[in-house]
């Protein structure tokens, strides 16, 4: 299997890229956030508990978000590789990735990061907020504690996955041609 990490802060156009890339390499596209909204907006019990964190810019705890993230993998037992988008946003995340993984015989063969900076990040997601119906999106003191809880909590994730080589940086300005361009670089080479 292929299973492609796909981070970077919010903004960074993680869930733009992934939708093409799904389609290109046949992989089944995990989104924790997307999973939360759809929980959200019908108001299950997760989505209750989620959105109290959501609304703030804060993580949901890890169990909550690793039980979930389990029981979607568990609906593709036929894939043919995951990309992970929005997970792990911890470490203990990462491991309980690596865990469930490793109980199919598997692993995660690339995190790649989408590289843009702080200010271009915000004025995407201000944008973004005006068409996405996302309250997270419209407010811009969430958004900027969304963007430091990505580098007090998120960013160490970098090292994790440097530390067994399967780190990659791409350069997250540009057209999204261009990008999808350099993502599929990366994953050619895999
Ligand atoms: P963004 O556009 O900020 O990258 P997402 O759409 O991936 O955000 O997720 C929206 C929100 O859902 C996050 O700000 C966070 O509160 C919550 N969330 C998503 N994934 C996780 C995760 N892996 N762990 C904890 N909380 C998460």
Do not use: W
Request: aromatic share 6%; no cysteine.
């Amino acid at each position: 299997m292929t299973n492609i990490v796909l981070f970077g802060p919010p903004g960074a156009g993680k869930g733009t890229q992934a939708d093409i890339l799904k389609k290109k390499y046949e992989l089944v596209h995990i989104s924790t956030g997307d999973v939360f909204r759809y929980n959200i907006k019908n108001e299950t019990e997760l989505g209750k508990t989620a959105k109290s964190y959501i609304d703030k810019g804060q993580l949901v705890p890890d169990e909550v978000t690793i039980n979930m993230l389990n029981a979607e993998v568990d609906k593709h037992p036929e894939a043919k590789g995951i990309i992970f988008d929005g997970f792990p946003r911890t470490e203990a995340q990462a491991g309980a990735l690596d865990k469930l993984l490793e109980n199919k015989n598997d692993a995660v063969n690339a995190m790649i990061a989408l590289e843009v900076e702080d200010e271009v990040l915000v004025k995407r997601l201000l944008e973004r907020g005006k068409t996405s119906g996302r309250a997270d999106d419209a407010d811009e003191g969430v958004i900027r504690n969304r963007i430091k809880v990505y580098y007090d909590e998120t960013a160490i994730l970098k090292n994790y996955y440097k530390k067994q080589d399967k780190y990659f940086g791409v350069d997250g300005v540009g057209s999204i041609d261009e990008i999808t361009q350099r993502l599929s670089q990366v994953i050619d080479q895999l």
